[in-house]
């Protein structure tokens, strides 16, 4: 079992900046991906960046050149920067753990996620 607390989110203006910090109650090296995710108002959950065991990162179209993701094995953390926040970034983020059990099963962990609010 994995648990995961996020933090850092908070109301912010346009073009401004946030980290959220992701702490996993295991070692993140035992993991195989990690992520954070989006969900706005009656939307579904979405991808912005993941970042894998090996260090290979993935981002959303939408966030590539403004957000980066990193993590540090040491502290058992994912980090997610944010700068140049849009109000189209508003949305509780949550953390995500993936680990690759067989060829056909993962297993997904996920926080209670942090609110992140951009005005105009």
């Known amino acids: 079992q994995v648990q995961l607390v996020e933090s850092g989110g908070g109301l912010v203006q346009t073009g401004g900046s946030l980290r959220l910090s992701c702490a996993a109650s295991?070692?993140?090296?035992?993991?195989?991906?990690m992520g954070w995710y989006r969900q706005a108002p009656g939307k579904q959950r979405e991808l912005v960046a993941t970042i894998t065991n090996g260090g290979s990162t993935n981002y959303a179209d939408s966030k590539k050149g403004r957000f980066t993701i990193s993590r540090d094995n040491g502290k058992n953390t994912v980090y997610l920067q944010m700068n140049s926040l849009k109000p189209e970034d508003t949305g509780v983020y949550y953390c995500?753990?993936?680990?690759?059990?067989?060829?056909?099963?993962?297993?997904?962990?996920w926080g209670q996620g942090t609110q992140v609010t951009v005005s105009s």
């Open positions: 295991v070692s993140i090296s035992s993991i195989d991906t």
């Open positions: 995500n753990a993936r680990i690759i059990r067989s060829m056909s099963r993962t297993s997904d962990y």
